[in-house]
């Protein structure tokens, strides 16, 4: 096991660890997107330790899932039981008990959904059987992990079932830049950046970058060839995330034509969807899963209906942009320097400004942490206006709201090169926009830029604060 799955977890490995030598029973849960390290979290933590694990099957009924529990059961403990006896999952988690009540072991239940066939019944009978008979046994913990966030929370921890019976909640999430850098730390400082841009700092993504030349060439390798592993796993985390509901695609698709977002009526008038209440179950699992975002103008509540939807995973903004426009191309296996090509095209250069846009809102905590107002309450996030009659929209994509009475506004440059006083222009026009909106605030001007500053710029003044791409690395 590569230590690559391990940097920037020690705090949820602690937490873990220490739950697991409670000498109290335990349950804990651990939820997140595909190749995001959670069984390797686990293995780790349950390293030295007496552990049973089981694996749902994708898309297997019930009864199925029940004899391939058994027989995980049975392989590991070494015991020949009588698979097909057992017809409910009450049944088989008492053949656990009486596996394990001589003989105690950590339990782990690795993608739950799975073994749920996505309904709340297993968790019931989990309950009984738990109450009953396995928390009895001292010193076990058992763990439920997923790789679909709405079902983890909605009818796992927030079920009547076991609702106030979890001890640990751990909701694993990508690496940020701080990590990826010691991910890469033989690439460069552009490298590192686009690599996050690209992919979201998904450890299995970052890792399939370690050992090529380049962050380019081994893009091109694995998004740009057949059979590369980018080509084919959108299809991958679209069959194990949302079965064959064509309406995740839809949204997901449509979003990942429109870089600055829709609102929910766009969405679905673009998308061809319903918008009825079906939609907002959709959006919720999908904004769950960490694959779309949702948000509202900083000055308004997050239940406002101004909200508005992004695609929000860096690797499908990356592949909706890229890869799917040109898989004919790819499947040929006529065009070995694609990427390459790419690269040089205004699109790219487009999508790289907004990517670096994106790359900043999700480091708002350390955005904060330089500009050194950390503890000052503020609330951040977008401010945005649809156009309207006689009236053009609006769309400032990073404010910080403080509760001292100014708004950091943030400029956010990804430039191919020096960044110079014109940017002064643009950015003065969202603060008078802003003075006008909010005239009881100080409008604070921050700019966050990828290239050099000029000269002229740096000594214009105008920038309360001009935070250069490398600071958003440091640790």
């Given at each position: 096991?590569?230590?690559?799955?391990?940097?920037?977890?020690?705090?949820?490995?602690?937490?873990?660890?220490?739950?697991?030598?409670?000498?109290?029973?335990?349950?804990?849960?651990?939820?997140?997107?595909?190749r995001?390290?959670?069984?390797?979290?686990?293995?780790?933590a349950?390293?030295?330790?007496h552990?049973?694990?089981?694996?749902?099957?994708?898309?297997?009924?019930?009864?199925?899932?029940?004899?391939?529990?058994?027989?995980?059961?049975?392989?590991?403990?070494?015991?020949?039981?009588?698979?097909?006896?057992?017809?409910?999952?009450?049944?088989?988690?008492?053949?656990?008990?009486?596996?394990?009540?001589?003989?105690?072991?950590?339990?782990?239940?690795?993608?739950?959904q799975?073994?749920?066939?996505?309904?709340?019944?297993?968790?019931?009978?989990?309950?009984?059987i738990?109450?009953?008979y396995?928390?009895?046994?001292?010193g076990?913990t058992?763990?439920?992990?997923?790789?679909?966030?709405?079902?983890?929370?909605?009818?796992?921890?927030?079920?009547?079932?076991?609702?106030g019976r979890?001890?640990?909640?751990?909701?694993?999430?990508?690496?940020?830049l701080?990590?990826?850098k010691?991910?890469l730390?033989?690439?460069?400082?552009?490298?590192?950046?686009?690599?996050?841009?690209?992919?979201?700092?998904?450890?299995?993504?970052?890792?399939?970058?370690?050992?090529?030349?380049?962050v380019?060439?081994?893009?091109?390798?694995?998004?740009?060839?057949?059979?590369?592993?980018?080509?084919?796993?959108?299809?991958?985390?679209?069959?194990?995330?949302?079965?064959?509901?064509?309406?995740?695609?839809?949204?997901?698709?449509?979003?990942?034509?429109?870089?600055?977002g829709?609102f929910?009526?766009?969405?679905?008038?673009?998308?061809?969807?319903?918008?009825?209440?079906?939609?907002?179950?959709?959006?919720?699992?999908?904004?769950?899963?960490g694959?779309?975002?949702?948000?509202?103008?900083?000055?308004?509540?997050?239940?406002?209906?101004?909200?508005?939807?992004?695609?929000?995973?860096?690797?499908?903004?990356?592949?909706?942009?890229?890869?799917?426009?040109?898989?004919?191309?790819?499947?040929?296996?006529?065009?070995q320097?694609?990427?390459?090509?790419?690269?040089?095209?205004?699109?790219?250069?487009?999508?790289?400004?907004?990517?670096?846009?994106?790359?900043?809102?999700d480091?708002?905590?350390?955005?904060?942490?330089?500009?050194?107002?950390?503890?000052?309450?503020?609330?951040?996030?977008?401010?945005?206006q649809?156009?309207?009659?006689?009236a053009?929209?609006?769309?400032?994509?990073?404010?910080?709201?403080?509760?001292?009475?100014?708004?950091?506004?943030?400029?956010m440059?990804?430039?191919?090169?020096?960044?110079t006083?014109?940017?002064?222009?643009?950015?003065?026009k969202?603060?008078?926009?802003l003075?006008?909106?909010?005239?009881?605030?100080?409008?604070?001007k921050?700019?966050?830029?990828?290239?050099?500053?000029?000269?002229?710029?740096e000594?214009?003044?105008y920038?309360?604060?001009?935070?250069?791409?490398?600071?958003?690395?440091?640790?």
């Amino acid at each position: 096991m590569r230590l690559i799955m391990f940097i920037g977890r020690h705090r949820e490995l602690q937490q873990l660890k220490k739950l697991i030598s409670d000498e109290n029973t335990n349950i804990g849960v651990i939820f997140g997107r595909r190749r995001i390290g959670k069984t390797a979290l686990i293995n780790k933590a349950l390293e030295n330790h007496h552990a049973l694990f089981f694996e749902g099957l994708e898309n297997r009924s019930k009864n199925e899932q029940i004899k391939n529990f058994l027989f995980q059961l049975s392989i590991q403990s070494g015991q020949k039981l009588k698979i097909r006896s057992c017809n409910t999952w009450r049944e088989a988690f008492y053949s656990l008990f009486q596996t394990i009540k001589n003989n105690p072991h950590h339990l782990v239940f690795d993608e739950f959904q799975w073994m749920a066939n996505y309904r709340s019944e297993i968790v019931g009978d989990l309950k009984m059987i738990w109450d009953q008979y396995l928390c009895k046994i001292h010193g076990i913990t058992l763990i439920l992990c997923g790789s679909i966030a709405s079902f983890m929370t909605t009818k796992v921890i927030r079920s009547n079932a076991l609702y106030g019976r979890t001890s640990l909640t751990i909701h694993l999430m990508g690496f940020h830049l701080p990590e990826t850098k010691i991910i890469l730390r033989e690439k460069g400082l552009e490298e590192v950046l686009e690599a996050q841009m690209y992919l979201g700092g998904v450890p299995k993504y970052l890792e399939l970058m370690v050992d090529g030349p380049s962050v380019t060439v081994a893009m091109n390798q694995l998004a740009f060839t057949k059979n590369g592993y980018f080509v084919e796993e959108y299809d991958r985390i679209f069959t194990s995330h949302f079965g064959r509901n064509a309406d995740y695609r839809k949204i997901l698709e449509t979003l990942g034509t429109y870089q600055y977002g829709l609102f929910r009526k766009e969405l679905a008038e673009k998308g061809k969807l319903d918008l009825g209440g079906g939609l907002s179950n959709l959006l919720f699992t999908l904004e769950a899963a960490g694959f779309i975002l949702s948000e509202t103008p900083f000055n308004k509540g997050h239940k406002s209906r101004t909200a508005k939807y992004f695609l929000h995973d860096p690797y499908l903004r990356f592949y909706f942009a890229f890869v799917e426009p040109n898989l004919k191309k790819i499947e040929s296996g006529l065009h070995q320097h694609m990427f390459s090509t790419i690269r040089q095209s205004g699109a790219y250069l487009s999508w790289l400004g907004r990517a670096f846009e994106y790359l900043c809102i999700d480091h708002a905590q350390k955005i904060v942490n330089i500009l050194g107002f950390s503890g000052i309450d503020f609330s951040f996030g977008p401010y945005f206006q649809a156009a309207r009659a006689g009236a053009s929209g609006v769309q400032i994509d990073l404010l910080f709201d403080r509760a001292d009475k100014v708004i950091t506004l943030c400029e956010m440059k990804y430039s191919q090169s020096v960044i110079t006083k014109e940017v002064i222009a643009q950015v003065e026009k969202k603060a008078d926009y802003l003075r006008e909106k909010f005239p009881s605030k100080t409008i604070q001007k921050v700019l966050i830029g990828f290239r050099d500053i000029s000269r002229d710029l740096e000594n214009a003044g105008y920038f309360y604060r001009i935070i250069r791409a490398d600071e958003l690395l440091s640790c």
